[in-house]
């Protein structure tokens, strides 16, 4: 079998199999937002893990996903899932545009530009209220999917609908990235990480592929932004906020940026931690940035790579 | 295998709190994060009258347990909280909600799972329309408004200028106030903003001031801004009335700007305030009373308005409990919606079906500082 199929099937089975030992609907809330997190992470891997290239403002795309779903109805008359592929689209269309021009450029030039998208994105949420409602947020028009399911007779409450759905986007997700990763896209994309110089003397178009990378990646930030709109029915801009960048490129280093599966361990831990450490909630940045240190230091590959090395170590 | 099992008992543990009190209340407010100096007094406030029921037996001698979360401010943790509250503390009633998103994003939980909750934010839409398991304890931004327009409209002031903040609480009480200040026969002549960190506000103030007709000044916004405005409005010696928010009235407030800029400045704010110049029969003078004097021991500091807040949410939950006499939800918010004369630190409580807020503009009282101290306006 090859690994492709080993990450979806793990991936599956945790989505289907973790139900039987949740207590209550709050696991699947927590569930629903590692799955969130974790399909914003697989278009961080896309990105950083395959093109090697490192964006800041990832979260001005989620927020571009996210008020997708909550304008889009209200000004266009759109139904919120339709609104959801508009936002991706607009996010596509958005990262194209700076990439272009940003991404023939070697160097850390995105990392800057997107540090600018990102934090102009926010500051338009915040400060454009007649359009967004400004600081304090707005509603999101539900999906209507669990009701569908519902008159079909599949009865599910509100945190499992979003747990088995964004499980279920996550995986397509995944599946995805896992396709392209094996694609000559992918192994194009690989080979520049690798290095830049003998990728080009080869014949790979770079800064092309670069562009390729950034703007699918924005598509998946943007589709987790409307994902946690649509589940949460409210939206405020902090979902664009720089911090939330920064979470997600965290995600994906600690787990492991060039794994599919390591990246989604990366977005499960960090989203769990603040939930196990509310006894030590004043704390919660120290003991992240903690965390990130020593992995930086121990597990420079993140830790499910790190791991899965040292098990096959000792194996031989 | 040992290390697992260990593993899974320290998460366990960590995941669920055991609450196996006969009366469980919830809490998300945000203790840290940008919101803190609202959300800190705030869970201080619950906390030390948890402890103090408790020691005096209770409601109807059943124990309170109080599950305290600090949402730090981002309303999707909040979400988050509110669900584990929900689902997992299995708590029969919810406080919380420091700032409106963090409210907004509570708001579809308790709806879905019927549980009531009162929300400690002051946006008017999380009580308007009227939502059936959602009350809140906080003046609404536009209830400030009117007052300050009252005031102004009893000053023969006509013609103002408006300088507001772009964080939360600014823009949406912007928004409220220029709705109603045509209803008191007053002119927005000028509309300036700024960010919420910014460390000077000259330029506005100096368009403002350069401004021709504009009789006064309001400044909607809270945390530093407003202390900044304040003493930037002296500094150019603008020499109109300057009106601030309820959102700065604090000590912390006086101490910041200092006694000299902040002298005449007006705003509308709760008894807590001026507890000691309420006339000697006012139902609230003895409670804002006995609540400064026990977070004063508790803490060592005087109670915030925004602690006052947290007080009367717990107030009327705990008044709902011992009237219900029992701790079914639906119980408890059918007891909330019948609250009545029931006094706070912000007014006399009395909701009704169509009014989860119970009380209008005549709690609000107006201020003066004069040599850095609060006077009521007569």
């Known amino acids: 079998m090859r690994a492709k199929h080993v990450t979806l099937l793990v991936l599956a089975a945790i989505v289907i199999a973790s139900p039987f030992f949740f207590p209550s609907n709050y696991y699947y809330r927590v569930g629903s937002l590692i799955f969130v997190n974790g399909l914003a992470v697989t278009g961080i891997v896309i990105l950083t893990g395959y093109a090697g290239q490192i964006s800041l403002g990832h979260a001005g795309f989620a927020g571009i996903g996210a008020y997708a779903c909550a304008l889009a109805p209200i000004h266009l008359g759109l139904h919120p899932g339709l609104a959801a592929i508009l936002g991706a689209v607009v996010s596509g269309a958005i990262a194209w545009l700076i990439g272009r021009p940003v991404l023939r450029l070697k160097g850390y030039y995105l990392a800057v530009a997107t540090l600018g998208l990102g934090i102009l994105v926010s500051m338009i949420l915040a400060n454009e209220a007649w359009l967004t409602r400004g600081p304090d947020g707005i509603e999101v028009p539900d999906l209507g999917l669990n009701d569908a399911l519902e008159a079909i007779g599949i009865d599910l409450s509100n945190p499992q609908f979003w747990y088995f759905f964004s499980g279920l986007v996550l995986v397509l997700g995944a599946w995805v990235a896992l396709n392209l990763h094996n694609s000559p896209t992918g192994r194009a994309l690989r080979a520049l990480h690798g290095s830049e110089i003998a990728a080009r003397t080869v014949g790979i178009d770079v800064a092309r592929l670069k562009l390729q990378a950034f703007v699918i990646s924005a598509v998946y930030a943007s589709l987790s932004g409307s994902l946690l709109a649509l589940q949460n029915k409210f939206v405020t801009p902090d979902v664009a906020g720089f911090m939330h960048s920064i979470e997600m490129v965290t995600m994906a280093v600690l787990g492991g940026a060039a794994s599919v599966l390591g990246a989604f361990f990366g977005a499960a831990i960090l989203t769990t931690l603040p939930q196990v450490l509310t006894v030590f909630q004043e704390y919660e940045q120290i003991m992240l940035g903690l965390v990130m240190m020593l992995c930086m230091i121990f597990m420079r590959d993140g830790l499910l790579p790190s791991i899965l090395r040292a098990l096959r170590g000792r194996d031989k | ?378």
């Open chain 2, 1 to 378: 295998m040992k290390t697992l099992t260990a593993f899974a008992t320290l998460a366990a543990l960590g995941l669920t709190t055991a609450a196996q009190a006969d009366i469980r209340i919830g809490a998300t407010v945000s203790e840290t994060g940008p919101a803190a100096f609202l959300g800190d007094p705030e869970a201080k406030t619950l906390k030390m009258m948890v402890e103090k029921l408790n020691a005096a037996g209770g409601i109807n001698g059943e124990m309170i347990a109080l599950t305290l979360y600090d949402d730090g401010g981002d309303p999707n943790k909040a979400r988050t909280f509110a669900t584990r509250l929900v689902e997992d503390d299995e708590v029969q009633a919810i406080i919380g909600g420091t700032t409106t998103g963090t409210t907004m994003s509570i708001v579809p939980v308790v709806e879905d799972a019927e549980i009531p909750f009162i929300s400690l934010a002051g946006a008017i839409e999380i009580i308007d329309p009227v939502k059936e398991w959602v009350f809140k304890t906080p003046h609404t931004d536009r209830m400030a408004c009117q007052k300050i327009f009252e005031d102004m409209k009893a000053q023969g002031i006509t013609k103002i200028g408006m300088i507001s903040g772009t964080g939360g609480f600014g823009a949406s009480m912007r928004e409220q106030c220029l709705e109603v200040v045509g209803d008191y026969g007053i002119e927005v002549l000028a509309d300036e903003s700024y960010g919420p960190t910014d460390a000077d506000m000259t330029p506005q103030l100096t368009n403002i001031k350069n401004t021709a007709g504009i009789e006064a000044v309001l400044n909607a916004d809270f945390g530093q801004g407003p202390s900044v405005v304040t003493r930037n409005y002296q500094q150019l010696a603008v020499g109109l009335p300057l009106y601030q928010s309820h959102g700065v009235a604090s000590k912390g407030f006086i101490d910041l700007a200092g006694a000299e800029a902040t002298e005449g400045v007006r705003l509308p704010g709760t008894a807590l305030l001026v507890g000691d110049l309420l006339a000697g029969d006012d139902p609230q003078k003895p409670v804002v009373q006995a609540y400064i004097d026990e977070y004063q021991a508790a803490y060592g500091e005087a109670p915030s308005t925004f602690g006052g807040y947290a007080h009367d949410a717990f107030a009327i939950l705990a008044d709902a409990l011992a009237r219900a006499g029992s701790t079914d939800p639906e119980d408890i918010r059918d007891a909330i919606e019948q609250t009545s004369g029931l006094a706070g630190t912000t007014g006399v409580v009395t909701m009704t079906p169509e009014d989860h807020l119970g009380f209008d503009l005549s709690a609000f009282q107006m201020l003066e500082i004069q040599n850095g101290n609060w006077t009521l306006v007569q």
